[in-house]
């Protein structure tokens, strides 16, 4: 299944959440009212209550930078091969 393209952002994520828990509405009321998939919410739910434990919101900061900086190391091995394509191309001499 593939996603419909939403993005929501932290701070309305933080509003479900806190609707949920502080109001006491059920999951599957809010995900009703507002259109959004009850599993989506228990997986905002979930995400949240592993933020408030130290060491999983330590382990997800680094899963996250670590995720980063492999993108970016794949950026640059992208770049370094289309420097040197092009630097192959440049070196040839001319043909006459």
Same mark, same amino acid.
């Given at each position: 299944?593939? *996603? ?6 932290? @701070? #309305? =994520? /933080?509003?479900?959440? $806190? ?6 509405? +059920?999951? *599957? +009321?809010?995900? =009703? /009212? ?8 228990? $997986? ?5 209550? +592993? ?6 919101? =330590?382990?997800?900061?680094? @899963?996250? @930078?670590?995720?980063?900086?492999? $993108? $970016? ?7 370094? /091969? ?7 191309? #440049? ?6």
């Amino acid at each position: 299944m593939g *996603s419909n393209g939403k993005r929501y952002n932290q @701070e #309305f =994520k /933080d509003g479900v959440i $806190r609707l949920i828990k502080e109001d006491g509405r +059920s999951v *599957s +009321s809010v995900a =009703k /009212d507002l259109g959004i998939a009850e599993q989506t919410i228990y $997986r905002w739910l979930d995400k949240a209550k +592993s933020r408030q434990n130290p060491d999983k919101a =330590k382990i997800m900061e680094l @899963e996250a @930078e670590l995720k980063a900086a492999k $993108r $970016r190391e794949n950026e640059l091995q992208q770049t370094v /091969d289309i420097l040197k394509k092009a630097t192959a191309i #440049f070196a040839t001499p001319p043909r006459k």
